[in-house]
């Protein structure tokens, strides 16, 4: 503890009133031991910004040996010796400290400040108070008392726990891993570093970068050129290969120019290296339950903060965090890979060819994209002269759905093959659905035999719990065919009924499911008078326009998100000879179709 | 269970447990019923009555859980009824003819015979 001149405590009264003096002195004394034990750096500085006392704890904190050397420091040659920030990253000047607004005549709040010394980079957040001493004599402000407390550890794990529910929030946010990791880079820089950069290993067994981020575009432009140009291979002996390697973090603190070229794989890439500017590194592994499956990247370069071991914490649980999800997010991949092929093994890989007549089908499914199951159609050639098409609806989705979407596929197909009519089809369908174990398996179906004659392509309908096939007429009238017939797989006993109908050139049998009919909230629906009605009113169109409306009429009440899947299964009798069938009609034939 | 487009109010009677639906049951809001049903179903009253004269919509999913319901009633010697439903409810009924093996009573009090 030092006592210099002007100390304020004693006042400059000790040479008036001679007789106090020693008590004066004493009563400073034990002022002095006290403020020195005090844990929070004080300081006392005069209207000039000159200061006339400080402890132990303010000279440290300010970055000087004695409190002396802070007392005789010239004015403001102190502060810019660190970054002073505001909790928002907004450089401070010494006029909005809450001393100099003392002066200013202002009664100032206490003050967080996020500070960082310039020499070491050592980043700090402080609570400055300051409060008033007042001349007796003049009763205005002679000095100001700052206190400066250090909550850096208790902000920064506030900040911590703040930036990682953040940073889950975002990973939790999207199933591409491309996307999320880049947007873990933009939230990683400024708060954690400068530069972020997310490397992961891909299935050939190579390092990728996946995602890096700089506050500067430019910067950004040339962190891409050294990654093309100077890829880190899997065998390189440091950096994110080791870590990859090892499944260690490590960090590099104040790098030195002969660590740059050590590094450095020729001169451009030292060039390169020199234009980010690295300072300090920390690289951390981002651990899956399969092991290290990539690296995040954070450096230092231009901001004074400089990365030190207290980040590495931090940065740790951002990786462990993020391996979490791109994990996640790659199992999510491969299961909608894994969907879509079986997606496909419930749908005919194409639609055989019935002459003169057209086809067309159209399946939008619903839901999440590893979802299957639910909708199925089918058209096939049970014997020569006749045609079958199925369409129907599982209940459910998922697994277990899609299991008994193909059992109901085959079944039909298998009861076509054993000449069974359509109604007992359905009846077999439904046997097997009840020999099904666990639970109830709602199915609807409906199923159609076509039988192309001369006059007329004769229709054999037998509905179970679905809803009946339209028959469309080139001038627009729409009737629907079929009586309606037990859904099949949870009631007994059931009843199809089977009836008949006949199609006629250029008219057109639509198939389809109740995601067609049903999609969007109630009231928003099209329903089967809405079907109608487009039907009607598309029916002078070629046949894919035709389907091209109703799907477009469902997606738009569905808004974007469909409730259930949307079949649709269509054929038309071709009007004249000159029509081949299972050709893409050209719309100048269509319109003859119509008129 | 949290879902924003159906409601079930749940309202017990001497004889018998109603369970009033209000808004659309579909894939996503059929586990609400589910639950609210196997609650209902632990006090095993001798009628649980479906009210869903208030169900703006139904599909094969609300169905297959009525369905899966009267069948458990059926196993233990209890009753389960529903009321005719908005147009669209006895649609599906009539499409599927699952309303033919149902009990199907003219509103939530009525007494059956």
């Not at chain 1, 970068?209 to 065998?235: F, G, I, N, Q, S």
């Not at chain 1, 009840?434 to 037998?462: K, S, W, Y």
Request: with cysteine.
């Amino acid at each position: 503890m030092s006592r210099a001149e002007g100390n304020p405590i004693a006042g400059e009264r000790q040479t008036a009133e001679n007789a106090e003096i020693p008590e004066l002195l004493r009563l400073e004394r034990r002022l002095e031991a006290v403020l020195a034990q005090l844990a929070e750096a004080v300081t006392v500085v005069d209207e000039n910004g000159r200061t006339v006392f400080a402890n132990q704890a303010a000279a440290d904190l300010l970055g000087v040996a004695t409190p002396g050397e802070l007392m005789s420091a010239a004015p403001g040659s102190i502060m810019p010796r660190f970054q002073v920030l505001d909790e928002h990253g907004r450089e401070l000047d010494l006029e909005s400290m809450p001393g100099r607004r003392l002066f200013a005549g202002e009664n100032p709040q206490p003050l967080l400040v996020r500070n960082i010394v310039r020499a070491t980079g050592e980043e700090r957040w402080l609570v400055v108070r300051s409060s008033p001493v007042l001349d007796p004599d003049t009763d205005r402000i002679a000095y100001a008392v700052n206190v400066f407390e250090n909550i850096t550890e208790v902000k920064r794990a506030q900040l911590n726990e703040r930036f990682m529910s953040e940073a889950s929030r975002v990973l939790a946010s999207s199933m591409d891993y491309n996307e999320t990791l880049q947007q873990v880079a933009r939230l990683a820089v400024p708060r954690l570093a400068d530069w972020c950069a997310v490397d992961v290993l891909n299935e050939r067994g190579e390092i990728e970068l996946v995602a890096v981020h700089h506050a500067d575009p430019d910067k950004l432009a040339m962190a891409e050129r050294l990654d093309r140009r100077y890829r880190p291979a899997l065998d390189d002996a440091t950096g994110v290969a080791e870590v990859l390697r090892t499944g260690e973090a490590r960090i590099f603190t104040d790098i030195q120019t002969d660590a740059l070229i050590a590094y450095a794989h020729d001169e451009e890439h030292m060039e390169l290296l020199r234009m980010v500017g690295p300072q300090a590194v920390i690289i951390v592994p981002m651990i899956g339950a399969t092991g290290t499956i990539g690296t995040i990247t954070l450096v230092s370069s231009e901001s004074p903060r400089r990365l030190s071991a207290v980040d590495l914490a931090l940065a740790e649980r951002l990786a462990r965090r993020s391996g979490t999800s791109v994990e996640r997010a790659r199992i999510y991949t491969e299961r909608s890979r894994i969907a879509h092929i079986l997606e496909r093994s419930l749908l005919p890989e194409s639609l055989p060819e019935i002459p003169g007549a057209q086809i067309q089908a159209r399946y939008s499914p619903a839901g999440e994209i590893n979802e299957v199951g639910g909708d199925f159609y089918d058209l096939f050639q049970p014997r020569d002269g006749q045609w079958i098409l199925v369409i129907g609806d599982v209940c459910g989705k998922g697994p277990r759905a899609a299991g008994v979407t193909a059992l109901a596929r085959h079944t039909l197909r298998a009861a076509a093959l054993s000449e069974q009519a359509p109604a007992e089809m359905l009846r077999t369908l439904h046997r097997a659905l009840r020999l099904q174990p666990a639970g109830a398996d709602l199915c609807t179906a409906c199923v159609v035999l076509m039988e192309p004659t001369p006059e007329c392509t004769r229709l054999t309908v037998a509905l179970a719990g679905h809803q009946p096939p339209l028959r469309i007429e080139p001038e627009g009238a729409v009737t629907a065919l079929g009586e309606p017939g037990t859904l099949l797989g949870v009631l007994d006993p059931i009843d199809i009924i089977e009836s008949t109908g006949e199609l006629r050139a250029g008219e057109t049998l639509l198939l389809y499911t109740d995601g067609v009919t049903e999609a969007g909230r109630a009231g928003r629906q099209l329903g089967e008078s809405g079907l109608r009605g487009l039907c009607a009113q598309t029916a002078h169109l070629p046949l894919d326009g035709v389907l091209e409306h109703i799907e477009h009429a469902v997606l738009e009440r569905a808004t974007g998100r469909l409730r259930d899947d949307v079949a649709l299964l269509a054929v038309r009798i071709s009007s004249g000879p000159g029509e081949r069938s299972g050709a893409p009609a050209s719309s100048a034939e269509e319109s003859r179709l119509a008129f | 269970m949290q879902v924003e487009h159906l409601q079930v109010e749940v309202r017990s009677e001497p004889d018998r447990v109603v369970l009033h639906l209000l808004g659309e049951l579909d894939l996503a809001s059929a586990p609400l019923l589910q639950g609210t049903l196997e609650n209902a179903e632990a006090d095993a009253p001798p009628l649980t009555v479906l009210d869903l004269d208030d169900l703006e919509f139904i599909d094969s999913t609300g169905l297959r859980i009525i369905l899966a319901a009267h069948e458990r009633a059926q196993e233990r010697g209890q009753m389960l009824a529903l009321t005719r439903g908005s147009q669209q409810v006895q649609r599906l009924m009539s499409i599927t003819r699952a309303g033919e093996h149902l009990r199907i009573i003219d509103n939530a009090d009525a007494q059956l015979v």
